[in-house]
Structure formats: C-alpha cells, structure tokens
C-alpha cells in the first residue's frame, strides 16, 4: 500500500487502483508520443441519402496505431484524452486532418463533407470555437464541407457557453449535427434554444428496428417514429447510426429517415477507399443503391 498526499488528506491506494493509475499515467504519456509520432489517423465511415442512396458525406473516427498494442479503439482513449486535456491537441489535429481530406476531395471533383466529433470539455471555454476556427483558417477549408458532432452531454454542465460557441459555429457555416440522440442525461429543454441542422438518432434504437415486428419491436419503433417527427419538426434532418441490415433499413425508409450510416451500407475505410465509393456514384455506376 502507499500513501499520496493531496490537499494535505492521506489517502491509501489499494494495489489495484494504484495498477490502474500506472495504467492511465502510462497512456496519457503514450498518447502525448502518438501525436508526436504521427500514430493517430482518421478513418471514414459513409453516409448516403436513404431515398436516393446518394452518398451524402462521411463521419470522421480516430484511430490509434499503437507500437505494441495495435489498433486502440478511440472507445478506450478518448476518456483519458478527456481527462487529462489531451482531447484539445487530438481534436485540432482531427480537425486539421478532416478538413484537408474534404478540400483533397474536392480538388478531385468529389463533394464529400466530412462529420468530425467534438468532446464536451471543449465547450467549458470558448476551445470548441477556436479549434474549428484554427483549423479552417490553417487548411482554407470551405465551411460548408465540414460538420460537427456533439452530444447531449455538452448541455449538462455549461449550457449557456455550449449555446453561444454552437451558434457562432453555425455562423461561420458549419453544420452542427446532435449525436447519439436519446441516450444522454440531458432534458429535452435544450431543443427550445438551440437548433441543429442533424440529429442523429443512437443506433440503441436502431437494434430493435427489423421486420416482421414483434411485440418486443414495437415500442422502439414507436420510439423511432416520435423522434424522427421531433426532429422534422424542428427542421433537422435524421441520421439513422449503426444500420446492419436491409430489414433495419426498409423499416426506417417507412418512418421516413433521410440518411442511414452504418455497417450495411460501409464500414470506416480509409481516405483512399471512399474516394471509390465517391467515384463510383460521380460515374452512376457500381453504386450501392439503398432505394
Ligand atoms: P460515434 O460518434 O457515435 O461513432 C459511431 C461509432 O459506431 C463508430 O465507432 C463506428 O465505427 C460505429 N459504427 C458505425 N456503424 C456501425 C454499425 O453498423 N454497427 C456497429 N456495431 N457499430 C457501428 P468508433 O469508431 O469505435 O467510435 C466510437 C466513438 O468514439 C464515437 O461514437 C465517438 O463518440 C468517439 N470518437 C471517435 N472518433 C472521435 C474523435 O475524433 N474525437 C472524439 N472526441 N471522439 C471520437
Ligand atoms: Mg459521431
Ligand atoms: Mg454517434
Ligand atoms: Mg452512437
């Protein structure tokens, strides 16, 4: 057992929570070498317009190429990027990298925006404006080809900072997408003072979604339903996350979903892979058609 002094209290770490802060210490220092060394990539997952199968764009998700571990799933890294400050660098680097793969995209005639996903610390201070600012001021980005995601979570500590950085962020053209709809903590209050021009609708309600319906089905379809009319109502457009299969997607054209993400439709590929897929419907060809 050992002793750790902090703000003159001793408090006694049993063996484990010490194993656990060596742990943590140890990848928040592996972490300040992945930026370093270049180890964090971005991956793209495919979005497309469920009437029209269209590609409408893709979400940006990180990648961790550890030396020893492998691929570290950002499920794992991110909570201590959030914790330990590091999420700020990490997102201006995502920033900085989506929007220079959205402006190569349409130097080569492929109009592809790109999602990019912001913490809720950066929305304490003004950091979530900054870092969007920097990065489209350093890359020349065009607004319009960029898009941010955030959770309910933001609105639970700070909600009036969070309000004020959201809108100056829509003012500089910047979509604002709502992720993971319906499976935060959060009031639905919000929605009265802020709009969003996405909501996505968290893949727990897309699970139960499928045909035939059963009777355990039904009340998520329902759930389903109401959202997608809260959302319309609202004049925000309805992402359906994690879509694995046709039965899910059928149900969700029904409801009246404008775009589906997911598994069935593609999975996160590298930069070079969507180009194809981006090409593939440029030439109205070889296209996936979800219609
Ligand atoms: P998210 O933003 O809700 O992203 C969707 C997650 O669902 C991704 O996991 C994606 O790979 C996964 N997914 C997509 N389609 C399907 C499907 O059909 N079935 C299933 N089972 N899963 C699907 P991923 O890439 O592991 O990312 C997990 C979470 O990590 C993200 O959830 C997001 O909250 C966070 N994250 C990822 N990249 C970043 C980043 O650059 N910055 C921050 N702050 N968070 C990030
Ligand atoms: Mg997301
Ligand atoms: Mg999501
Ligand atoms: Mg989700």
């Not at 742990?23 to 300040?32: H, I």
């Not at 997102?91 to 989506?98: E, H, S, W, Y």
């Not at 793969?101 to 201070?125: D, K, Y």
């Not at 379809?221 to 925000?236: E, F, K, Q, T, Y």
């Amino acid at each position: 057992r050992a002793k750790a002094g902090g703000r003159g209290q001793a408090v006694m770490f049993t063996q484990e929570q010490e194993e656990v802060l060596r742990l943590r210490r140890q990848m928040e220092e592996d972490l300040r070498q992945a930026l370093d060394l270049g180890q964090l990539f971005l991956v793209f997952q495919p979005k497309f317009s469920i009437a029209t199968g269209r590609l409408k764009g893709c979400e940006a998700l990180l990648r961790w190429q550890h030396p020893q571990r492998g691929l570290v799933s950002p499920g794992t890294f991110i909570p201590v990027a959030e914790e330990t400050g590091l999420i700020h660098p990490i997102t201006q680097r995502v920033l900085d990298l989506a929007c220079r793969q959205a402006m190569a995209w349409r130097l080569q005639g492929l109009e592809v925006p790109v999602a990019v996903n912001l913490s809720a610390g950066h929305f304490g201070a003004d950091q979530g404006l900054r870092l969007v600012e920097t990065a489209l001021a350093e890359t020349g980005c065009d607004p319009a080809l960029l898009e941010v995601e955030v959770t309910e979570g933001l609105f639970l500590r700070c909600a009036e900072t969070a309000r004020r950085n959201l809108e100056a962020l829509r003012g500089l053209g910047v979509r604002i997408a709502l992720d993971d709809f319906g499976t935060g903590y959060s009031s639905l209050g919000y929605l009265q003072h802020l709009s969003f021009d996405v909501i996505k609708l968290d893949r727990s309600f897309i699970l139960g979604l499928g045909e035939p319906a059963t009777a355990d089905s039904v009340p998520g379809r329902r759930i389903a339903d109401a959202i997608m009319r809260l959302a319309h109502g609202l004049g925000a457009e309805v992402v359906a996350e994690g879509v694995e299969t046709e039965a899910q997607l059928n149900v969700l054209r029904q409801l009246g979903c404008d775009h589906a993400q997911g598994f069935l439709l593609g999975r996160p590929m590298p930069a070079e892979a969507l180009s194809e897929v981006a090409r593939g419907q440029a030439e109205g060809a070889g296209s996936r058609s979800v219609a």
